[in-house]
């Protein structure tokens, strides 16, 4: 189905090209007045970007902002509770970054969601844990949401990472059955303890055994991903990892 869409996508956009020109999807330039970095973004949004190398949470990836030399946890993951094995986050969660998620989110651009993919899997492919894994799973929202947005953004970014690291993409076997609101407004105990049986896992089978590329757009607290995780394990899995753009 997403394909499907994706295709149909496609084939606008070259229509679309011709009648508007591009546009920079985090800043609204014009990409023919200015130098580019790709098809969608402007190399000055690009070059603010701020990635996240060697300075970052090695549980969480949360960036710290100077490299102190040492690899370690933040004060957070020293307090335990996320149940993933390690999440690997591109980019500092602002500027371009941001917008482009907004963009990905709310206007269902998919080219954002193309684009913010290559920043996940360039990160994936710097970070050697490939070899420990054998799908991608994108994290799921519940049906009243899919049915109000039209599309599930953390597949979108599943969908282009499967064709870069050529690992498939398992749908449809992790549901969310919660919906939960304003998880914003809670504190961090409250948060997790909000999505404890949010999510179910159809079939056990599917990820026994597996080591997991969870994929998400952003992640804050963690309280998704960890639950997320916590069922996957009781699935069986072997080994989780997150991946996310924005940290
Ligand atoms: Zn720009
Ligand atoms: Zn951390």
Redesign the pocket.
């Known amino acids: 189905m997403i394909r499907l869409a994706l295709y149909f996508h496609k084939i606008s956009k070259s229509i679309l090209d011709i009648v508007y020109p591009p546009a920079?999807?985090?800043?609204?330039?014009s990409l023919l007045s200015?130098p580019a970095y790709n098809d969608c973004?402007?190399k000055?949004?690009f070059d603010s970007i701020r990635f996240i190398r060697n300075d970052y949470c090695i549980k969480c990836g949360k960036g710290f902002g100077a490299y102190t030399g040492v690899l370690k946890k933040c004060g957070n993951c020293c307090a335990g509770g996320l149940h993933f094995n390690r999440c690997i986050g591109a980019a500092h969660y602002e500027g371009?970054v941001r917008e482009l998620v907004h963009k990905l989110k709310f206007n269902g651009e998919k080219a954002a969601a193309k684009l913010l993919s290559e920043f996940i899997a360039r990160k994936i492919e710097d970070q050697d844990v490939l070899r420990y894994v054998d799908l991608i799973v994108p994290v799921a929202i519940h049906k009243n949401k899919l049915k109000k947005r039209r599309y599930n953004q953390a597949e979108l970014i599943g969908y282009y990472l499967e064709k870069h690291l050529k690992l498939p993409m398992v749908t449809g076997n992790l549901r969310r059955l919660k919906e939960t609101t304003a998880q914003f407004a809670l504190s961090r105990h409250a948060r997790f303890k909000n999505l404890r049986g949010a999510f179910v896992v159809k079939n056990p089978s599917v990820f026994a055994g597996k080591g997991v590329l969870l994929v998400d757009d952003v992640l804050t607290t963690g309280a998704t991903s960890a639950e997320i995780s916590r069922m996957l394990k009781k699935a069986g899995a072997h080994r989780i990892f997150v991946a996310v753009v924005g940290r």
């Open positions: 920079c999807l985090a800043c609204g330039i200015v973004l402007c000055k949004c371009p």
